[in-house]
Structure formats: structure tokens, C-alpha cells
């Protein structure tokens, strides 16, 4: 539902922490059992707010029919909510992306023993986006929010431990299985 923003309506950072805290408990209460509550982003993009639900499936991956299904589900209960009432924005609720950086604990903790990649950012020198190279590659084992310190196991089998700096990125690396076509070769085979 899109609908005009206030024009002068401004929210100081607590005050988007408390929403984004509020609307979370209440969509955690109220999710299917099946999905898996990832983050909340209350957030302002010219001139217009959003909230933002990301959530993952605990066993399969989520659908547009799956984010479609929640969000009508969501939607009269936040109509209703009180950190919310009267306030203009547009509702949200995705999957949060493959190829993004994890950065809660809460998501390090969903996405342990599954395959992650460590990348190393280089230095921001222009308006140009910044490069990354990958500086190591794992199955996440734990994760340390006090220290930013990292476990992977790597493909030998070694135990890595790795301390987080600003310049990583610790982003999910799928594996991406491509289904055979009637010749028997996949899609990524090649034909000569």
C-alpha cells in the first residue's frame, strides 16, 4: 500500500530503533513457523517511508507467493499497531537477497554450517562502488558479535579463524545446481 508521507514528518534514529524493535516482536509472534525472521528496516527513500520484513525459510527457500502470503497476513495487524498508527509508509516483506553481507549475529547464527565467502573490500577512493576480491571461502561454524571473529571450516576440513575488519564482507556463497536439459548435459556444459 503506497501513501503519502507527511512532509515535515521527521523520526530521530531512537525513535526508528523503537519501531524497528516493535514491529519485529510482533511479526516474530505472528510468523509461520516455517520462516525465519531475519531483520526489520524502518527507512526513509525519497521522501517516502518503507518497512522492510526480510525473512528466510528454515527449510526452503522463500517464495514471492511465500513474502505475498505474509504480507497480507501482516497487514491488518500493522494498521492496527500502535509505533505505527497514523503514519504514512509502504510495507515490504522479501526474502533478503543471495549474494548479500551478512551482518547480525542473528543471521550468522541462521546461516551456521552452511557455505559462506570472505570478502576483502579495497579502499573507497572515488564515487566508483568499491571493488572485492574473495580472501577465503568456508562452511560457517560460529560467530563472535564481541570479538567479530569469524569460524569457517574450509574445504581440507581446517578449522580458520578469522578476525572481522571493517574492510570484509561476509556474504552467503550458494551452490547454484542447474538442472539437466533431455541431452543430459547441464547448463553450464560445454557444447562443441
Known sequence: MKRTPPPTYKLSPE???????SVF???????????FL?????EKEAGYWYLR????GKDAPVSLSDCEQVSRALDPKLEEF????GFSYSLEVSSPGVFRPLTTAREFEFYRNRPVRIEQASPKKSKAPRKTEVATEGLLQDYNP?????????????????????????????VLNFPEDESGLNSDSELI
Open 15 to 21: 525513535q526508528i530503533r523503537h519501531i524497528e524493535d
Open 25 to 35: 516482536a510482533l511479526v516474530e509472534s505472528q510468523l509461520d513457523p516455517r520462516f
Open 38 to 42: 531475519l531483520n526489520v528496516c524502518f
Open 53 to 56: 520484513i526480510y525473512l528466510d
Open 82 to 85: 500502535q509505533p505505527l498508527s
Open 146 to 174: 564481541d570479538t567479530r571473529t569469524l569460524t569457517l571450516k574450509n574445504s581440507s576440513g581446517e578449522s580458520l579463524s578469522i578476525a572481522l575488519t571493517p574492510e570484509h564482507l561476509v556474504c552467503l556463497n550458494p
